[in-house]
C-alpha cells in the first residue's frame, strides 16, 4: 500500500527511531497504520533488527534510565510488557532498578509530602500515591516508617 504520495515504510520507521526508542511492537503499531502488509513491516524491522538500529534491549534500558528516579519497579515492568517487551528483559530492567528503589520511593514522598502521616487516613493517603507511582508494599512500609495500624 506505499504510495507515492509520502515516504515509504523504511523512512518512516527511520524517522521513528529519529525521534527516540521504540520498541518492535510499538514501531510495529505505528507502521500498521501506512499498509496492510504485515509480511512488508516484518521485514522493514528485520532488517533494523540486524543493523541494530531497533533494538528491544536499548528500548528497555532507555525506559529505566528515563523513568528511574520518578517510579518505582512495578510501574516500569508493566509499562516494558505493554511495549511488548519480553518477560527476561522486563525481569533484567527491573533487576537494575531494585537496588535503588527504596532511595529512590524516599525522594519521590519526600518531594510529596515531606512529613511523616499522623492518622491511618495520612497513611494511606500517601501509600496510595506510592503505589501509584510503581513501589511495592515492602517499600512503601519502610518509607512511611511504620504499619497504618500503628497509628
Known sequence: MTSNS?????????G??????HSRQE??????AYTEDEDEIAAVLDDFQKRGWL????FSEQVVQSR??????????H?????????????KAVAM??????????????KKF???????EEWAKQARFLQGRGFGFDTIKRVLKSDPDEL
Open 6 to 14: 509520502g515516504p515509504s515504510l523504511r523512512e518512516r520507521a527511520l
Open 16 to 21: 521513528y527511531l529519529a525521534r527516540r526508542e
Open 27 to 32: 514501531l510495529a503499531r505505528k507502521l500498521a
Open 55 to 58: 533494538s528491544d534491549e536499548r
Open 68 to 77: 528511574k528516579g520518578r517510579y518505582g519497579s512495578l510501574k516500569v515492568a
Open 79 to 91: 509499562e516494558l510488557r505493554q511495549k511488548g517487551i519480553s518477560d527476561s528483559l522486563t525481569e
Open 97 to 110: 532498578m531494585v537496588q535503588d528503589e527504596l532511595e529512590t520511593a524516599r525522594a519521590v514522598w519526600q
Open 114 to 120: 515531606g512529613e511523616a502521616p499522623r492518622s491511618r
